[in-house]
């Protein structure tokens, strides 16, 4: 398997930021790892070793960056305003420096975005917003309520960053055509603690006529365990 580092400067967070990529064929698979996780999580957590028949075989190849929570959504001592700008800084280094990576160096615009648990967060939440980039996206055990992230805050950024609270109120056509053209799954297990929070966001997807697979787990809980099977599930 084709495995490559990356580290460049990131005009965007004004820092060094690192990647691992896996592969050299197939769809693209953008991966973000779970709170406050780096870009060598998905490898160690044994997920690349989980697709790595997926990979040999030329079908699907991993983008796997860090995280940038520490100084976003679980910076508390900073104040909440100042968190949800770092995340958008995030944001925009994602939309403006690493999706063009991933399309310089495969030639494939066609992206999926996938996490787990806070990582499943991050994977809808930019598929959401930038629905014209993203073709596909996989949430395991995904979060989708930021407020209790926010100490009772809560302004335009933030609501534009919470899809609990955006999606019921999407109703631009254009876009949620976008939404419909999207291959969108949410998995989660009768034991995991965010069940709900996938029930919901179903519920809410539901209403607005867009098509997505809401995939329940008999016995499972959130763990990495479960996790390692059903990615290969729906790669």
Known sequence: MKREYHKNYSPSLNRDMEILTFGEHGQNFLVFPTSMGRFYEYENSSMVQALSWHIENGWVQLTCVDSFDTESWYNYMAEPRARIKKHLLY????????????IDRTGNPYICTTGCSFGGFHAVNFAFRHPDVISKVI??????????????????????????????NMDDEKLLELFRRMKIILVTGENDFLKEENFRLSNILNAKGISHVLDVWGGADHHWYWWEQQIRKFV
């Open 91 to 102: 944001d925009k280094y994602i939309l403006e420096e690493v999706i063009p990576f991933i």
């Open 139 to 168: 949430s395991l055990s995904g979060v989708f309520d930021i407020r209790p992230y926010l100490d009772g805050y809560f302004d335009i950024d933030c609501y534009f960053n919470s899809p609990m609270d955006f999606m019921p």
